[in-house]
């Protein structure tokens, strides 16, 4: 049996606490750079702030398919290194997003007819 906090009854209310605590807490635009301040109700909260840099600093897509690729890419050397083959990972969803793109974009340009 594994404990977690954040599970018991004292965990729950903490984090209720926080939240509470967080949107009580308001900062006036005057002490916030100008791309977090909020010129309609004249300041925000440390809750809506959080939001914000939760936002900003999250990856983008194109950091977190560049991270995947160097994995693979490191995957494919050492099984290279270590018998002189590759099996390659195929990602299924992936593909046929892609797959889905193409036969939109040919239906559009006409190179195919819908049936």
């Not at 599970?7 to 926080?18: F, M, S």
């Not at 936002?55 to 983008?60: A, C, D, F, L, V």
């Not at 590759?86 to 036969?103: H, K």
């Amino acid at each position: 049996m594994e404990y977690n906090f954040a599970d018991t009854i004292g965990g729950k209310l903490l984090a209720e606490y926080r939240k509470e605590l967080m949107d009580c807490l308001v900062w006036s635009n005057d002490v916030l750079p100008e791309e977090y301040q909020n010129h309609r109700d004249g300041g925000r909260s440390l809750t809506e702030l959080e939001a914000i840099h939760i936002e900003e600093t999250k990856p983008s897509q194109h950091q977190l398919d560049k991270a995947a690729k160097a994995e693979r890419i490191e995957k494919y050397r050492q099984q290279w290194a270590d018998n002189g083959t590759i099996e390659y990972d195929v990602d299924d969803n992936r593909l046929y997003r892609f797959q889905t793109a193409f036969v939109k974009s040919a239906m559009s340009a006409g190179w195919i007819k819908d049936s």
